[in-house]
Nanobody, 124 residues
Framework: QVQLVESGGRLVQAGGSLRLSCAAS????????MGWFRQAPGKEREFVAA????????YYADSVKGRFTISRDNAKSTMYLQMNSLKPEDTAVYYC?????????????????WGQGTQVTVSS
C-alpha cells in the first residue's frame, strides 16, 4: 500500500525559505507522477507544482513560478518543494500526491494517493 508522508512545514517570516519533503513507501516511486497541492483556510485545494516520473519535466502554478522549485530523488523515493521568497498568501496546508501514467496533471482529481499534509505559515 502506497503511503506518502510530508514534512518540513513550519512558521516562517515573509521573504524566508522552506523545503518540504514527501517520502513515499509501498510502491515503485519512479513510475509515478508526483504533485504538490495546497489548501488555505476557507479555500479549495489548488495546484502548486508537478513533476514527471523522471524529473525531467516540471510544471508550476503562476502564483509560485520563479519562487518554488519541485524536484525528486527516485533513489530515495522522495519528492521536494523548495520554497523561496515566501509570502503570507502562501500560508496553507501543503499536500503531496501521486498518480500513475505519464500525464503530468494539474488537476487534483487525477491523483490517487495523498499524504496527510504539512502546515506552512508565513507571517508578515
Amino acid at each position: 500500500q502506497v503511503q506518502l508522508v510530508e514534512s518540513g512545514g513550519r512558521l516562517v517570516q515573509a521573504g524566508g525559505s522552506l523545503r518540504l519533503s514527501c517520502a513515499a513507501s509501498g510502491g515503485t516511486f519512479s513510475v509515478y507522477v508526483m504533485g504538490w497541492f495546497r489548501q488555505a483556510p476557507g479555500k479549495e485545494r489548488e495546484f502548486v507544482a508537478a513533476i514527471s516520473r523522471s524529473g525531467g519535466s516540471t510544471y508550476y502554478a503562476d502564483s509560485v513560478k520563479g519562487r518554488f522549485t519541485i524536484s525528486r530523488d527516485n533513489a530515495k523515493s522522495t519528492m521536494y518543494l523548495q520554497m523561496n521568497s515566501l509570502k503570507p498568501e502562501d500560508t496553507a496546508v501543503y499536500y503531496c500526491a501521486q498518480r500513475g501514467g505519464t500525464y503530468v496533471s494539474r488537476d487534483s482529481r487525477d491523483y490517487v494517493y495523498w499524504g496527510q499534509g504539512t502546515q506552512v505559515t508565513v507571517s508578515s
